[in-house]
């Protein structure tokens, strides 16, 4: 039988948060030419964190065996943000971000800066058609296939209809996990192009708005 616990976030789960985060987008932040455990990539991580903790209003993670093997951080429009006060020291992270290398900063640029283009060319004039957002849903590449993120979305989608949210946005990339939300049957609303001129060479992906209604 496996022991897959489900609870709320806490402020010990953000190492392991920014863990999923770098194994989820390592591909599209260019990870494989940067250094892992340098102060700018745990700085860079603990940026994007901190994004998705301010405006999460439902979090919860999965342990498999008393380990950390997925996370969901959800908003719904109107509710308490539980998480803006829950993160690592912004100072310390600031500095490695400021002390990084030239090919490290200018990853951090194209990081920042494609991504977010491609999701305002998808929310504009959506953005207010969706009650909430999916903004970080990730499983660990070795729990999948344990029905681990269909647990979590559940517990997701009950708290969503406990708020009488009636559809929620969900933004991906092609270097995801998209698997989970095409099986499901997750309508695919529109798909953008995202180029990335990274020091390293140019990447593409696309970057997808995916529905769901209640």
């Known amino acids: 039988m496996i022991d897959v616990i489900t609870r709320n976030v806490e402020e010990k789960d953000l190492p392991i948060l920014k ?20 102060d700018f ?19 919860k993670v999965a342990e498999l ?27 310390s992270s600031a500095l490695g971000l400021l002390n990084g290398s030239e090919i490290e900063r200018m990853t951090m640029a194209k990081v ?10 998808l929310l504009e004039n959506r953005s207010d058609d969706y009650d909430g957002s999916l903004d970080f849903f990730v ?26 949210a009636k559809s929620i946005s969900i933004i991906t990339n092609s270097g995801c996990n998209v698997g989970f939300y095409d099986y499901n049957g997750f309508p695919k609303v529109d798909v953008v192009e995202t180029v990335c001129d990274y020091p390293s060479g140019q990447r593409k992906f696309d970057t997808i708005l995916y529905e769901y209604q209640f």
């Open 19 to 38: 863990s999923l985060m770098a194994e989820a987008f390592g591909k599209e932040w260019n990870f494989e030419h940067l250094n892992l455990n340098s």
């Open 41 to 59: 990539c745990k700085g860079m991580l603990e940026v994007y964190l901190s994004i998705f903790l301010n405006s999460a209003t439902f979090g």
């Open 65 to 91: 065996g008393g380990k950390v093997v997925g996370a969901i951080l959800v908003s719904v429009n109107g509710e308490l943000k539980k998480f803006r006060l829950m993160k690592d020291d912004i100072v």
């Open 112 to 121: 920042l800066t494609a991504p977010f283009h491609s999701i305002s060319q």
């Open 139 to 164: 499983v660990t590449e070795q729990a999948r296939g344990l029905k681990i993120g269909k647990k979590l979305w559940n517990e997701a989608t009950a708290y969503c209809n406990s708020k009488n």
